[in-house]
């Protein structure tokens, strides 16, 4: 994944988790639970969810943002920055991704989903709502970068039509790897809103096979087609 501040500096994630349950306790409440579903809520992420962020960036890009460069996203009115929680006992972070409105363009520039649950469409869920937050502010394009050899993440957005469009020789410095640059471009045509419907549906159908339940807290619109109740 791209660093906006090009930052692969190993931060340690912060210990101040008093406010969060531990990653059993939300195991432990989909084993227990007399439901077979287990509730995951979309929003944006504020201030209070900081820790959890940092504690996911860790797990998942060995710390790839400082707090002060989250803080800078979610002070900026060009960035959205939205989380995946599953709020028993208080709420647990388990996925979140970032976008950067630049231009016409919607910069993506972070997307993770806690190791525990992956492959349950979570990741799919947070880009799908990254490119309606797109969509919403008027963008025209989707970019991002990602490790050529990070094939999961390839493999996920090559299904939401991203194309490659070049290669970053040496872009990230702690393996010298290549980064990938992917494109999709057509957010403001007719037809997207549709797309976006129909990913919307397919994606919370995985995610209900998986046994989760969405409900999306977000201020944006629905895609023309799509009734999830919104804020
Ligand atoms: C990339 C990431 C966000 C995907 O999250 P996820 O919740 O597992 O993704 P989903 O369950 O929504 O999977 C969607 C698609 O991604 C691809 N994919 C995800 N994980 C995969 C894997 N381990 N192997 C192959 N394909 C994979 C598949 O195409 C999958 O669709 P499918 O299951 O129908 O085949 C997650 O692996 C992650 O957080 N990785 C670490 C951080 C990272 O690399 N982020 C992306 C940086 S650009």
Request: aromatic share 10%; net charge negative; proline share 4%.
């Given at each position: 994944?791209?660093?906006?501040?090009?930052?692969?500096?190993?931060?340690?994630?912060?210990?101040?988790?008093?406010d969060w349950v531990s990653f059993p306790s939300v195991q432990r409440a989909r084993n227990l639970s007399n439901k077979s579903v287990t509730l995951l809520e979309l929003k944006p992420l504020t201030d209070q969810h900081l820790p959890a962020v940092l504690e996911l960036d860790q797990l998942c890009f060995g710390g790839l943002w400082t707090l002060a460069d989250y803080q800078r996203e979610l002070d900026s009115p060009n960035s959205d920055?939205?989380?995946?929680?599953?709020?028993?006992?208080?709420?647990?972070?388990?996925?979140?991704?970032?976008?950067?409105?630049?231009?016409?363009?919607?910069?993506?520039?972070?997307?993770?989903?806690?190791?525990?649950?992956?492959?349950?469409?979570?990741?799919?869920?947070?880009?799908?709502?990254?490119?309606?937050?797109?969509?919403?502010?008027?963008?025209?394009?989707?970019?991002?970068?990602?490790?050529?050899?990070?094939?999961?993440?390839?493999?996920?957005?090559?299904?939401?039509?991203?194309?490659?469009?070049?290669?970053?020789?040496?872009?990230?410095?702690?393996?010298?790897?290549?980064?990938?640059?992917?494109?999709?471009?057509?957010?403001?045509?007719?037809?997207?809103?549709?797309?976006?419907?129909?990913?919307?549906?397919?994606?919370?159908?995985?995610?209900?096979?998986?046994?989760?339940?969405?409900?999306?807290?977000?201020?944006?619109?629905?895609?023309?087609?799509?009734?999830?109740?919104?804020?």
């Amino acid at each position: 994944m791209v660093s906006r501040y090009h930052n692969f500096e190993n931060n340690p994630c912060s210990s101040d988790s008093r406010d969060w349950v531990s990653f059993p306790s939300v195991q432990r409440a989909r084993n227990l639970s007399n439901k077979s579903v287990t509730l995951l809520e979309l929003k944006p992420l504020t201030d209070q969810h900081l820790p959890a962020v940092l504690e996911l960036d860790q797990l998942c890009f060995g710390g790839l943002w400082t707090l002060a460069d989250y803080q800078r996203e979610l002070d900026s009115p060009n960035s959205d920055l939205l989380g995946l929680f599953v709020p028993v006992g208080l709420q647990t972070l388990v996925g979140f991704g970032c976008l950067w409105a630049i231009l016409e363009e919607a910069h993506i520039t972070v997307l993770a989903a806690h190791p525990h649950y992956r492959r349950q469409g979570l990741g799919q869920t947070l880009l799908i709502a990254l490119l309606q937050a797109a969509f919403e502010r008027g963008l025209e394009r989707a970019t991002l970068e990602v490790r050529a050899s990070n094939s999961s993440a390839c493999l996920l957005y090559q299904q939401f039509g991203f194309k490659t469009a070049g290669r970053r020789r040496g872009y990230y410095q702690d393996t010298g790897e290549d980064a990938l640059i992917l494109w999709l471009s057509g957010l403001q045509h007719p037809e997207f809103q549709q797309t976006l419907a129909t990913w919307h549906r397919e994606a919370e159908q995985r995610l209900t096979t998986a046994g989760w339940n969405l409900e999306v807290n977000l201020n944006l619109l629905p895609p023309e087609g799509y009734s999830l109740t919104m804020d």
